[in-house]
Antibody, heavy 119, light 107 residues
């Protein structure tokens, strides 16, 4: 049974970098069948797709964040990560990591982690 | 980016009611749309993918239809556990985009 768990250092100050890791158990980030991604949810902007990564390192980013976002994966640790630079209060949100097979919706979600940007 | 307009933003219904929620995409997306249910404090849950395919384990009272730009989620007989917020998501091309959500509460 696949489990996804977001982890991060907690609150982030404005202008700093937000870093989150998604720990994967019951599955492998090396799978050639699946994509891995990040989605966030804030009261002001609803659900927003941030970006995705596929085995081999191909990435897809939301253009609204593209200059600030990067997603990477570490196959040796079986996890993937999100970095968002130069954060502001608008980046305060619950961040979800997800797994999907293209064309079949997003069946697998982590429980989400709240990241607050505040000085 | 493809815009997805979801309606209504909220509705009140009773147990046993038939409920319909719609999403309209700003351009044709074939059948690349899914429906999700979210309860407070939880991650969204996939109900329907590819417009009309029922996700494994989801009750058959949930159904989806549509293609191109117009899509519908129908709950044939609302149950107590169905009071939640519902979202559509177009996964036709990146960036994927969500509808604004429909909150279904008890009349």
């Amino acid at each position: 049974q696949l489990q996804l768990q977001e982890s991060g250092p907690g609150p982030v100050k404005p202008s700093e970098t937000l870093s989150l890791t998604c720990i994967v158990s019951g599955g492998s980030v090396s799978s050639v069948s699946h994509y891995w991604g990040w989605i966030r949810q804030s009261p002001g902007t609803g659900l927003e797709w941030i970006g995705s990564i596929y085995f081999g390192g191909t990435t897809y980013y939301n253009p609204s964040l593209k200059s600030r976002v990067s997603i990477s994966m570490d196959t040796s640790k079986n996890h993937f990560s999100l970095r968002l630079t130069s954060v502001t209060g608008a980046d305060t949100a619950v961040y979800f990591c997800v797994r999907y097979f293209y064309g079949s919706g997003i069946p697998d979600w982590g429980p989400g982690t709240l990241v607050t940007v505040s000085s | 980016a493809i815009q997805v307009t979801q309606s209504p933003s909220s509705l009140s219904a009773s147990v046993g009611d038939r409920v319909t929620i719609t999403c309209r995409a700003s351009q044709g997306i074939r059948n690349a749309l899914g429906w999700y249910q979210q309860k407070p404090g939880e991650a969204p849950k996939l109900l329907i993918y590819a417009a009309s395919s029922l996700q494994s384990g989801v009750p058959s009272r949930f159904s989806g239809s549509g293609s191109g730009t117009d899509f519908t989620l129908t709950i044939s007989s609302l149950q107590p556990g169905d009071f939640a917020t519902y979202y559509c998501l177009q996964d036709f091309n990146y960036p994927w985009t969500f509808g604004q959500g429909t909150r279904v509460d008890i009349k």
